[in-house]
T-cell receptor
Framework: NAGVTQTPKFQVLKTGQSMTLQCAQDMNHNSMYWYRQDPGMGLRLIYYSASEGTTDKGEVPNGYNVSRLNKREFSLRLESAAPSQTSVYFC?????????????FGPGTRLTVT | KQEVTQIPAALSVPEGENLVLNCSFT??????LQWFRQDPGKGLTSLLLIQSSQREQTSGRLNASLDKSSGRSTLYIAASQPGDSATYLCAVRMDSSYKLIFGSGTRLLVRP
């Protein structure tokens, strides 16, 4: 039982390049989330998926797209990376709907855009 | 707009001391509150989840309390150890929404 896994762990991109961050959970959770963590800004929600087949915008969705590929996997895509997207990205999952459960986080992807 | 504040931003204590970390929030209509631990360069580890109807939760040497009316939660760590050194984050959820609102964390150092 690996919990929440993320790939890659580190990535350096040039401005304008694209990439997809992968996230998978093996806990049979319904809800999944993407956050970014920046010094002085804390953790902010980018997108979430309340259940398989649905996605919704969070606090800072601009410049990102997501895909809930199946119940296990939730990917985050940067179509044209910008230096402002340099951050640490965390994926999280939660068992049920309604927001009553704990969120479990992955180890993060450290992204630098030059 | 809900705001979550954690004071102090950093705390250094000698090993063995009992300590309290504070979390305050401006809107008392929360659904639940979750405490996390984050080690340097790592993800967040969930420590305790308190539902709005609960007053406290305990796990080992950790005890978290919730006072909705005053907009406060505290995380009590008993008999602190160097391995407790980490950043502790609290996060609140409003009215069964999916969004967690995080505080900026308290960076704890427990000195041997």
């Amino acid at each position: 039982n690996a919990g929440v896994t993320q790939t890659p762990k580190f990535q350096v991109l040039k401005t304008g390049q694209s990439m997809t961050l992968q996230c998978a959970q093996d806990m049979n959770h319904n809800s999944m989330y993407w956050y970014r963590q920046d010094p002085g800004m804390g953790l902010r929600l980018i997108y979430y998926s309340a259940s398989e087949g649905t996605t919704d915008k969070g606090e800072v969705p601009n410049g990102y797209n997501v895909s809930r590929l199946n119940k296990r996997e939730f990917s985050l895509r940067l179509e044209s990376a910008a230096p402002s997207q340099t951050s640490v990205y965390f994926c999280a999952s939660e068992r049920g709907g309604g927001g009553s459960d704990e969120q479990y986080f992955g180890p993060g992807t450290r992204l630098t855009v030059t | 707009k809900q705001e979550v504040t954690q004071i102090p931003a950093a705390l250094s204590v000698p090993e063995g001391e009992n300590l309290v970390l504070n979390c305050s929030f401006t809107d008392s209509a929360i659904y639940n509150l979750q405490w996390f631990r984050q080690d340097p360069g790592k993800g967040l580890t969930s420590l305790l989840l308190i539902q709005s109807s609960q007053r406290e939760q305990t796990s080992g040497r950790l005890n978290a309390s919730l006072d909705k009316s005053s907009g406060r939660s505290t995380l009590y760590i008993a008999a602190s150890q160097p391995g407790d050194s980490a950043t502790y984050l609290c996060a609140v959820r409003m009215d069964s929404s999916y969004k967690l609102i995080f505080g900026s964390g308290t960076r704890l150092l427990v000195r041997p």
